[in-house]
């Protein structure tokens, strides 16, 4: 893989990213550490730490950024470092490779994109590598607050996912498809969820276990509209979760939440207007960010959270 370094000489083995310019920690870490239920990883110190599953292969690493702008990834458990698959992965949740040039060159000329891109300069619209993970997240989080999002993805999380254990801390790992399809709702009657989001995601399980979806399937579909259609007939997921994966997992760069409730009270804090927007002024206003509608909407996001 291009742009990484290894280094293995000394315990534990760590590689070396170069980041791009439009890069800034902090704000990445501001938006990684905004709610204390998250259970996916830990910000200390500046650095994460967390489990990284790709297949049967559980990796525990350390990233943190050093003053020359290097993403530095320590090894520490797990799969050994030789593998590529999980600075893959790092640079896909990081969307590293994206060139965000063009984004900021039209959103400082846009009213409404001005203000959160001063704000977030350089945050990178981190995304859910993992389709079941992302699938779950979006479903979990439909038509509820934030806050009781992320109780419900710790509960559901800290049930039937797996751990790794480093220096008397435990970090989990996203329950797997393969066993949540084995799952009835009444084994997830203890997580404060709808036993319809139970279906939900019990019915997307066994749809990734039988190989009817996968994220390797969507990608070939390839057009936006195409993909978007196919994950909507599944049963729970509806324009908005559909659109979320399309963001944050599947990265289309002009998947667009148009129903968004943060993104339409973002739109009114920003524009200080005394009503909420309608669909059709969302949609004039968004007539600029063609192609980077995922990013505009994930930069409005921040202003509220």
């Keep these: 893989m291009t742009n990484l370094r290894k280094t293995c000489e000394e315990e534990p083995c760590k590689v070396i990213i170069p980041l791009p310019e439009e890069f800034d920690l902090r704000v990445n870490l501001g938006y990684l550490e905004r709610n204390k239920n998250e259970c996916m990883y830990e910000v200390e110190n500046n650095t994460i730490t967390r489990v990284i599953a790709i297949g049967e ?7 943190n950024v050093n003053d020359k702008n290097q993403m530095i990834v ?12 999980v600075i893959r992965y790092i640079r896909e949740w990081f969307d590293l490779d994206n060139d965000l ?21 350089g945050l990178r619209l981190i995304g859910i590598p993992d389709l079941f993970e992302a699938l779950c997240w979006g479903v979990l989080g439909q ?26 801390k435990k970090y989990w790992i996203f329950p797997t498809y393969k066993r949540i399809a084995k799952l009835t709702p009444i084994d997830l009657a203890d997580i404060k969820m709808t036993v319809k989001k139970s279906e939900y995601i019990i019915g997307i399980a066994q749809l990734m276990a039988s190989g009817e979806l996968s994220k390797k399937k969507l ?20 324009p908005w979760t559909a659109n979320y994966v399309l963001m944050r997992c599947l990265r289309f760069p002009n998947a667009f939440p148009i129903d968004d409730v943060g993104l339409i009270n973002a739109i009114k804090t920003v524009l200080t207007m005394d009503r909420k927007p309608s669909k059709d002024e969302i949609l004039k206003l ?4 063609r192609n980077w509608e995922s990013y505009a909407t994930f930069y409005l996001w921040r202003i509220l959270y």
Excluded at 74 to 85: N, V
């Design 219 to 238: 990608r070939e579909i390839g057009d936006f509209k195409d993909v978007e259609k196919n994950l909507i007939k599944i049963r729970g997921i509806g």
């Design 74 to 85: 320590h090894f520490l458990a797990g799969k050994p470092c030789e593998t590529t698959d």
């Design 286 to 289: 968004s007539i600029p960010w």
């Design 101 to 121: 040039t063009p984004f900021y060159q039209m959103a400082n000329a846009d009213p409404l994109l001005k203000l959160p891109v001063e704000n977030f300069w």
């Design 143 to 168: 038509q509820i607050n934030l806050n009781f999002a992320y109780s419900l993805k710790k509960q559901f999380v800290e049930k039937f996912g797996e751990s790794m254990e480093w220096e008397e």
């Design 57 to 63: 292969i559980q990796t525990l690493v350390q990233i």
